[in-house]
């Protein structure tokens, strides 16, 4: 069942989110409380087996490069920031129902675009089949030479 993310869910949060630090940012317990302080959608499935966090364009989040160069090219767009699932949950759908479910809540607010970004570097190549499948167009690539990463933003149109 999807539902919010409450506190009892934080530590296993941290614990995913550290197992794929490599394909995201750092995260302890005020960082994340920071970002679900400005989260318009933060939500987990089945007991945080799969979490999504995610922000309308306009979020008050400043030094965030993803969202800097999605708002360069879009408007109306809702960003996916962050989504996990953990290793024994995946390939059961829980990332198609999470997707599912924060675009009918963007849709619902008149939200125009669902924007996300994937690693190129290091590489996650089943997270760029997956955006691919789910109907996503590649909108460019940035790379963070000085953090040793670099993405390729995805973007589906919610019309």
């Given at each position: 069942?999807?539902?919010?993310?409450?506190p009892q869910h934080f530590d296993k949060i941290l614990r995913l989110?550290?197992?794929?630090?490599?394909?995201?940012?750092?995260?302890?317990?005020?960082?994340?409380?920071?970002?679900?302080?400005?989260?318009?959608?933060?939500?987990?499935?089945?007991?945080?087996?799969?979490?999504?966090?995610?922000?309308?364009?306009?979020?008050?989040?400043?030094d965030h490069w993803n969202l800097a160069w999605l708002k360069s090219?879009?408007?109306?767009?809702?960003?996916?920031?962050?989504?996990?699932?953990?290793?024994?949950?995946?390939?059961?759908?829980?990332?198609?129902?999470?997707?599912?479910?924060?675009?009918?809540?963007?849709?619902?607010?008149?939200?125009?675009?669902?924007?996300?970004?994937?690693?190129?570097?290091?590489?996650?190549?089943?997270?760029?089949?997956?955006?691919?499948?789910?109907?996503?167009?590649?909108?460019?690539?940035?790379?963070?030479?000085?953090?040793?990463?670099?993405?390729?933003?995805?973007?589906?149109?919610?019309?």
């Amino acid at each position: 069942m999807i539902a919010a993310i409450r506190p009892q869910h934080f530590d296993k949060i941290l614990r995913l989110n550290e197992e794929f630090v490599h394909w995201l940012s750092p995260l302890d317990e005020s960082e994340l409380s920071y970002v679900l302080d400005r989260a318009a959608y933060a939500r987990q499935i089945n007991e945080a087996a799969g979490v999504l966090i995610a922000y309308a364009h306009d979020v008050d989040y400043p030094d965030h490069w993803n969202l800097a160069w999605l708002k360069s090219r879009l408007e109306s767009f809702f960003y996916i920031d962050r989504i996990m699932i953990e290793r024994a949950a995946q390939g059961q759908g829980l990332g198609q129902r999470l997707y599912a479910d924060v675009a009918k809540f963007a849709r619902a607010r008149g939200y125009s675009w669902l924007a996300s970004e994937v690693n190129t570097r290091p590489d996650n190549p089943a997270s760029h089949a997956f955006h691919l499948r789910e109907g996503f167009i590649s909108l460019g690539e940035q790379d963070f030479t000085n953090k040793g990463k670099a993405v390729r933003y995805y973007a589906k149109a919610l019309n």
